[in-house]
């Protein structure tokens, strides 16, 4: 069940580093509520200064990451869950559509000001990550039935999430400083082009702005640099490739996601990964073996 769905409540960081939290991926979708602290979140290209109660609702194929204020206590929720597993058990209660919030409006934040509806929430959270914890039973039948449970609250805060979304409650869309309005242009230049040989002085020109105050907004935005979050994107396309595309070579998978040759790729790899993409494609083909 633990790959079908993730539940963590009042997660707490305090990070000494912007580096500490990293730009990532993965297949679910994934509801995140915010508790507290001073958090930015990026999404694409999507800036979201977060308030207490804020809810973000994405698909997690999108490259995000939480940029939290070091020194200052981090805390959130996290729901994640496969699409695909759930997709046909809503069909079955004749509700599919509450799925369409997550690929309708795609990455969105909810500022939740109804007190009595974030404490619900809240609480749903709450109990689904106990429940998550004791979902591995060696008991078939009672594993069954946590599992069950399990999804039952899934739903339930999916009906919620749904509720939110047809309200239209107000969306965060604060007036933008020219620095973050740069580098969301930065970064949807990036995303069309990072599979390409790029250059700073090439994002510059096209931009038609200064490379050097280009390198300094984005890493004030971002907490990484621009060739950081580069890499970030060829790496978590070639993570795409390894798993969708067995039949590709890694050379292929290298020259496709923006890397200069498979030597250059496996060694920056295995840097990040601790795996080679070898190790890795095979790891998540014995993965999806067990799975089925």
């Known amino acids: 069940m633990a790959d079908k769905i993730f539940a963590g409540y009042?997660?707490?960081?305090k990070v000494e580093s912007y580096e500490d939290f990293r730009y990532h991926s993965h297949d679910k979708y994934e509801i995140y509520y915010f508790h507290g602290g001073k958090c930015k979140y990026l999404i694409g290209d999507h800036i979201y200064h977060l308030q207490e109660d804020d809810l973000i609702i994405m698909n997690g194929l999108t490259l995000h990451r939480a940029y939290p204020e070091p020194g200052i206590s981090y805390e959130r929720s996290v729901i994640?869950?496969?699409?695909?597993?759930l997709r046909p058990i809503l069909t079955n209660l004749n509700v599919p559509e509450l799925l369409d919030p997550f690929s309708q409006l795609t990455n969105t934040l909810f500022h939740i000001r109804d007190k009595e509806k974030s404490a619900e929430m809240k609480e749903l959270i709450r109990k689904m990550a106990m429940k998550g914890q004791t979902s591995n039973q060696e008991n078939k039948i009672e594993n069954r039935l946590?599992?069950?449970e399990l999804t039952t609250m899934l739903v339930q805060l999916l009906f919620k999430v749904f509720d939110l979304s047809k309200q239209q409650l107000q969306y965060s869309a604060p007036v933008e400083s020219d620095k973050n309005i740069h580098v969301k242009k930065m970064i949807e230049w990036i995303?069309?082009?990072f599979c390409n040989p790029i250059t700073l002085d090439d994002i510059a020109q096209h931009l038609n702005i200064?490379?050097?105050y280009m390198s300094r907004i984005f890493k004030d935005v971002t907490g990484y640099t621009i060739m950081q979050y580069i890499m970030s994107c060829r790496i978590n396309r070639a993570k795409y490739f390894l798993?969708?595309?067995?039949d590709k070579s890694i050379l292929e998978v290298s020259l496709e996601s923006g890397f200069e040759d498979s030597s250059h790729f496996s060694r920056f790899f295995r840097k990040q990964m601790n795996l080679t993409p070898t190790e890795y494609r095979n790891s998540k083909a014995i993965r999806m073996k067990n799975t089925y």
């Open 243 to 246: 798993e969708i595309h067995p």
């Open 10 to 13: 009042r997660l707490v960081d």
């Open 146 to 148: 946590e599992n069950g």
């Open 80 to 85: 994640e869950f496969s699409s695909e597993w």
């Open 191 to 193: 995303d069309r082009h």
């Open 210 to 212: 200064s490379k050097y």
